[in-house]
């Protein structure tokens, strides 16, 4: 087996167990890593309709409705008239969704410094280095695959979904 995909197998397994230690650290906050990705997006980008959180979440349309069910059921976010379109209807983060997402976003970063504690200062501006052009490259990868799925020179970049 090629070192490249030793390396993308270790990413991975990585990415995994990050994801689900930080998950479970959140969850005893009462937010879970899913969740907090769409009060963090309305937090920092204001209120929004579905279909722009599902667009820039990279999540299907349905899957953003059930998750803005969920969450304004438990009054993180609520659901207004959008004043431009009648049949829409825009989605805000609540105060106890502010209230959450910060509760939650303590336990996420301890586990993270925790993480990468073992790291010297000049290893994480290596790997920070490293992640950027990988990044780079797979942005440059997809932009040829939208290009030539849609045979157009101007195809828009999708968002990548975020670590979670």
């Known amino acids: 087996m090629s070192s490249t995909i030793e390396i993308s197998q270790g990413m991975f397994k990585l990415y995994h167990q990050v994801s689900r230690l930080v998950n479970e650290c959140m969850m005893d906050e009462g937010v879970s890593l899913a969740r907090s990705k769409f009060l963090l997006l309305l937090e920092c980008q204001g209120p929004q309709r579905s279909t722009d959180i599902a667009c820039a ?9 059930e998750a803005i069910d969920g969450l304004e059921r438990d009054k993180l976010v609520k659901r207004e008239p959008d ?3 009648r049949r829409a209807k825009i989605v805000s983060i609540t105060d106890m969704g502010r209230t959450v997402i ?3 976003q303590q336990p996420q970063h301890k586990t993270i410094e925790a993480i ?3 790291l010297t200062e000049d290893q994480k501006q290596h790997l920070k280095e ?8 797979t942005e440059e990868l997809q932009r040829e695959r939208d290009k030539a ?9 999708r ?3 975020a670590i979670g």
């Open 57 to 65: 979440l990279g999540f299907a349309p349905r899957t953003v409705t």
């Open 102 to 104: 910060s509760a939650a």
């Open 130 to 137: 490293i992640v950027r052009c990988l990044s780079e490259k």
């Open 149 to 157: 799925e849609s045979g157009s020179d101007t195809a828009p970049v």
């Open 83 to 85: 004043p431009k379109d």
């Open 116 to 118: 990468f504690a073992v």
């Open 159 to 161: 968002p990548l979904r």
